[in-house]
């Protein structure tokens, strides 16, 4: 019988500089590896909005210069404004930066702000949020994304009443994304498994019982605007029955982080003098019909006139665009065959208020 | 207070450096180690404090009065008080309920309707393993194979020594007072050993155990509910859960003892590598089956007899090694099976006839695949919580096989090849410190590694050691 693995042999002590190479190695492979990560996850990683936000900044930064719309807001604007569409029709030029809900306006301000201080004013900013989004508070974990220095910068955790258990989390979401993204990654490998083992049939029908796989693959333009294409029937009844739940226990209301979000933008508008136009994204249209989402809507209208009062530069469209379930993910994200009609509708709005 | 908490680290940070800087004062620094062992202890529950306390005074006082004896008869006293005060307390905290709920049991088999009381004692941590220990410690005192302790302080510190406390190793008093009563060197070598043991551990820890508790735990949860491969499936990850929660602890705490400068007991020595039940306790919880063999197997009679007084002897320790692990039925018939398994074994090897040969390979591998099957049986009678749930499982075991098991098994797989690479590495290299010797840029690159893995890949809880409970 071969009796094997019952010891440990002696060990030559190291000497002292092998031993701080073998730490320095150390550090530098967990360095590395976070690194490595990072760049995985930025194409691979399953939590979309991540991406998104990554991207997004990434557009904003090589840009060279100004444009003449800038879009900001929330996923559903990200997804169904489509610059491509506004130049073929108006000749303009444009970039969307809609990033995701949660960061509901302060994004859309940073944003503003530094491409203000590159390329001067455009000449108009489009806000486009889901009607949800304006109640929103911030969730200072997601700042840890916006790849720029004053994400952790004292005025900025003072400004958001940052305390330390969030700001904790927002370093981990900066720099240690081998931890704070663990799901993300768990479930990127697990997607990539199941790409290499499974037909898209069997892919759709894996979907249907595992929720947390990414229903699509977003295709991110160099115009920032993200092209998502198929209708997801199943997602879209699920989300509208949380929104009709929402709806009918909820009053419209702005949350103190986007009102001052909002103020902020619009003195830029006035300082700057470029025109300000606060757009609702796209929203299923048998909700839209529904008089509990109008009044919830007219109330959040009602919010932002009192908030903007006086000044000439904003403009609110006050209407909603609805979308039959047929181009719709869920209640409020188009998919691409319906953005081109989505993007007319803004443009002629936004016009319109000229 | 786990080892794999930010709680711990702090602990250890702050205790590692008062011993550090109490390195000269020998008193002192144990002092520092008993302080500091309690407050782990006792962080779980102060009130179990009392109880470790009243083991190690008990045990101090008879392993005197043992080593003072003026004749052998008071010898004898002491360690039978010793042993039968040690046996209470467990017999009394572990086994109390366990006891009466049987009792209850054989009266209704025999028609005798007895309601009997179910007492709400609370199992202290680790308590079979310290006692254990400070149990084995007059008893070789008695035998004359250890000293008794130089002080109550040193005696308190070999029974509560924070790094082996809750999950052992159980360690000798010949081999670890000693190491207790002189100073010890804090060592690169013994840093760096310790940097490897602690890493390694915390990896089969934090990632493989409880990630393989994620499969394993929904299945043994509902077993009526899955189908015969999920079922397999479950026994597997529960065979890599047990090793790397185990193993990974007796790692960590052998790793936190090195870089104080302390040897603790090689508890496991590739256990799935066993070619055969005997080869199996020489290799898993081998501090256990060495006290078992020591204390209990040879008094017992050991194969000093005939044939028959061997294997009841060793099914007999096998049964009582069974019952230590937890007071319920489907630990002693994990016992009954280890201990036919055993016997099968021996008389096979016994009997007249071709036998597989010795000093190949091949013929190894086929004896380690012939081994590691029952292997995993005795995981799944351990693991099910009931004769019911065993039942239940064996009644589902090869039910249909139709259900998708593919994305668990690919993660049971990717969680075990790390394991499974190093250990042929240290299999093939007869030193289960072989990777210590690879160069210094390609160790780093391996710690490396196991952090970013750590980090990266632990289960999103925590989870408490297995052995804990025992």
Excluded at chain 1, 297 to 304: Q, S, Y
Excluded at chain 2, 92 to 104: A, D
Excluded at chain 2, 205 to 221: G, H, L, Q, S, T
Excluded at chain 2, 421 to 445: E, H, I, S
């Amino acid at each position: 019988m071969i009796s094997r693995g019952y010891t440990e042999s002696p060990v030559k002590p190291p000497t002292v500089l092998g031993f701080l190479v073998a730490i320095l190695v150390m550090i530098g492979t967990v360095l590395a590896f976070n690194q490595w990560i990072g760049r995985y996850l930025d194409r691979n990683g399953t939590n979309l909005g991540y991406r998104y936000v990554a991207h997004k900044w990434h557009v904003l930064g090589e840009l060279d210069e100004g444009v003449d719309w800038l879009v900001l807001g929330d996923s559903s604007g990200s997804q169904a404004f489509d610059p491509e569409v506004l130049k073929a029709q108006t000749g303009h030029s444009a970039v969307n930066l809609g990033t995701i809900g949660n960061f509901g306006l302060t994004d859309d301000l940073w944003m503003l702000e530094e491409y203000l201080e590159r390329f001067g004013p455009p000449e108009r900013v489009v806000l486009i949020h889901v009607y949800d989004v304006w109640r929103r508070r911030l969730d200072p974990k997601l700042l840890g994304r916006i790849p720029r220095d004053r994400v952790l910068s004292d005025e900025t955790i003072e400004k958001y009443d940052i305390d330390e258990d969030q700001f904790d989390e927002m370093w981990l979401v900066r720099y240690v994304r081998m931890y704070a993204e663990r799901t993300s990654i768990r479930k990127a490998l697990e997607l990539t498994w199941h790409r290499m083992t499974k037909s898209d049939e069997e892919m759709d029908e894996l979907r249907k019982t595992d929720r947390s796989l990414p229903e699509k693959e977003p295709e991110l333009t160099d115009s920032g605007f993200v092209r998502m294409c198929g209708a997801l029937p199943d997602a879209l009844k699920r989300d509208s029955s949380g929104h009709m739940r929402f709806l009918r226990k909820s009053r419209a209301r702005i949350s103190k982080d986007n009102r001052e979000a909002l103020q902020a933008i619009a003195a830029l508008a006035l300082e700057h003098g470029f025109e300000l136009h606060v757009v609702n994204g796209p929203v299923y249209d048998r909700l839209a019909a529904k008089s509990e989402f109008q009044k919830y809507f007219d109330g959040i209208v009602e919010g932002l006139h009192k908030l903007t009062k006086g000044n000439a530069r904003v403009h609110i469209v006050e209407e909603v665009y609805p979308v039959s379930s047929k181009y719709l993910q869920n209640v409020d994200h188009i998919t691409c065959d319906g953005t081109d009609a989505y993007t007319r509708w803004v443009i002629e709005h936004v016009e319109d208020a000229q | 207070m786990l080892f794999n908490s930010w709680v711990f680290l702090a602990f250890f940070a702050i205790t590692f450096s008062l011993y550090a800087l109490t390195q000269r004062k020998l008193a002192l620094q144990n002092l520092v180690l008993l302080v500091a062992s309690y407050v782990f202890y006792g962080w779980w529950d102060w009130k179990f404090l009392t109880l470790i306390a009243l083991s190690t005074v008990l045990d101090y006082v008879a392993g005197l009065k043992i080593a003072n004896a003026g004749s052998a008869a008071e010898k004898k006293k002491w360690v039978t008080f010793s042993v039968v005060a040690n046996l209470s307390i467990l017999g009394v905290f572990k086994y109390t309920n366990f006891f009466l709920e049987s009792l209850g049991e054989l009266l209704a088999m025999l028609g005798l309707e007895a309601a009997m009381p179910s007492l709400r004692i609370v199992l202290p941590v680790g308590i079979s393993f310290y006692t254990f220990q400070s149990m084995s410690y007059t008893i070789d005192v008695y035998r004359g194979k250890t000293n008794a302790a130089s002080s109550l302080l040193n005696f308190a510190l070999y029974v509560s020594f924070f790094p082996q406390l809750v999950a052992g190793p159980i360690e000798r008093s010949n081999r670890f007072l000693p190491q207790v009563e002189s100073p010890r060197k804090i060592t690169l070598g013994g840093i760096e050993t310790g940097i490897w043991l602690m890493l390694w551990g915390l990896f089969k820890k934090v990632v493989v155990a409880d990630n393989a508790a994620a499969i394993a735990n929904p299945i043994f949860d509902d077993l009526g509910a899955h189908s015969g491969a999920e079922l397999w499936l479950a026994a597997l990850a529960f065979s890599a859960q047990i090793y790397g929660d185990f193993s990974g602890y007796s790692d960590m705490a052998r790793g936190l003892a090195k870089i104080m400068g302390f040897d603790l007991l090689l508890n496991f020595k590739l256990p799935y590598f066993a070619t055969s039940p005997s080869d199996f306790w020489l290799r898993w919880h081998v501090s256990l089956s060495a006290w078992l063999r020591d204390y209990l197997y040879i008094p017992l009679g050991g194969n000093r007899g005939g044939s028959y007084q061997t294997y009841r002897n060793l099914v007999l320790t096998m049964v009582l090694g069974g019952l230590w692990h937890g007071a319920a039925w489907n630990f002693v018939i994990w016992g009954v099976f280890h201990g036919a398994i055993l016997v099968i074994y021996r008389l096979a090897e016994q009997r007249p006839g071709p036998k597989l040969p010795t000093g190949k390979l091949w013929a190894d591998l086929l004896r380690m695949s012939m081994m590691f099957p029952l292997t995993v049986v005795g995981w799944i009678i351990f693991r099910a919580q009931s004769v019911a749930d065993l039942k239940a499982f064996y009644a589902g075991a090869f039910t249909s096989t139709e259900v998708d098991v593919e994305i668990m098994a690919a993660t049971l797989g990717l969680l075990w090849l790390p394991v499974f690479v190093v250990q042929v590495w240290q299999w093939a290299a007869d030193d289960l410190l072989a990777p210590m010797r690879l160069p210094f840029p390609l160790r780093g690159l391996l710690y490396g590694l196991l952090i970013a893995a750590c980090i990266t890949f632990a289960s999103g809880e925590s989870i408490e050691f297995i052995y804990f409970q025992f």
